[in-house]
């Protein structure tokens, strides 16, 4: 159960919000999230679901997460939990948004969230990056706009993480000098290709079987990147089915060559969890170097 003090706050909180007055009748904890403390909180209007965090240590965490929520949500395409309001409380930044309450998946589930995903990825801009930068778990993320995606990829993705890996003695000098070489070559790599909006964190994580047996995406890190990057981040762990692939490459095929280039689509978010976690995300890493 949350502070009960804290819960107090939430509630006048969300009644200044809402215009209504709001009672808190039970808050239960929600188990399963490296980063954050999660609840679901049950009110007189019905039932929300509230993140917590420290708003000194990661600061603008979910008033950025909101920001994704919204932008990804405006799209009408993939579902994502309703963002309903943010801020801070005690040094406590909390996030509160629609809770979705887990259902089976339809039998076409795979094929609609393969298709929804890929008219996601038709949103554009005529940059790569975002208005500000955001997370990834607890890193920065920087979006300083290019339009270059091989010039992003480098300079907003590989080179920041992998000198920070560098500067922590994660890393040792051949392999920052390895990643920085590959950066050269990525106009190489990359055929051109249209930035798209992404979710950013894709993996079996984040997303859920919700309403009607509808996916669901949450958490996002989201910016305006390659869409391969998405595609590659759900292979890295595994829990998409194939037929999720077969309809996303149906409804919007991939450029020649985009096997080759998974693994490096997979250098961020394994240079993100290798700096998080360690372990043998380093070895993963310098398969990916050792393959390219």
Not at 74 to 97: E, R
Not at 256 to 263: L, T
Request: proline fraction near 5%; charged fraction near 20%.
């Amino acid at each position: 159960m949350m502070d009960e003090k804290l819960l107090q706050s939430l509630a006048t909180e969300m009644t200044a919000k809402f215009a209504v007055k709001i009672q808190i009748n039970r808050s239960e904890k929600i188990y399963g999230g490296d980063i954050n403390e999660s609840y679901r909180v049950e009110t007189n209007e019905g039932n929300w679901f509230v993140k917590l965090n420290n708003a000194k240590k990661y600061p603008q965490l979910f008033q950025r997460e909101f920001v994704g929520l919204e932008a990804l949500r405006a799209t009408n395409t993939v579902a994502v939990p309703q963002p309903m309001m943010h801020g801070v409380l005690h040094d406590t930044a909390f996030l509160i948004t629609e809770y979705i309450q887990k259902d089976a998946a339809r039998s076409s589930f795979w094929e609609e969230f393969g298709q929804q995903l890929s008219q996601l990825h038709q949103h554009t801009k005529p940059f790569f990056g975002f208005y500000e930068s955001n997370y990834i778990g607890t890193l920065k993320q920087y979006n300083t706009p290019y339009t270059s995606w091989p010039v992003f990829y480098a300079f907003n993705r590989l080179i920041p993480l992998a000198r920070l890996a560098y500067d922590k003695h994660h890393m040792e000098k051949g392999m920052l000098v390895q990643i920085e070489a590959l950066c050269k070559r990525l106009p190489q790599i990359f055929p051109d290709s249209p930035s798209s909006l992404l979710h950013g964190d894709l993996w079996s994580g984040n997303f859920m079987v919700g309403k009607s047996g509808a996916a669901y995406m949450y958490d996002p890190a989201i910016y305006y990147g390659h869409r391969e990057m998405d595609l590659a981040m759900t292979r890295l762990f595994g829990g998409f089915d194939n037929r999720f692939y077969l309809a996303y490459q149906a409804a919007a095929p991939l450029a020649p060559g985009w096997q080759q280039r998974i693994g490096i689509c997979q250098l961020y978010p394994l240079l993100v969890h290798y700096i998080l976690f360690g372990g043998s995300y380093y070895n993963s890493i310098k398969e990916v170097l050792q393959g390219v």
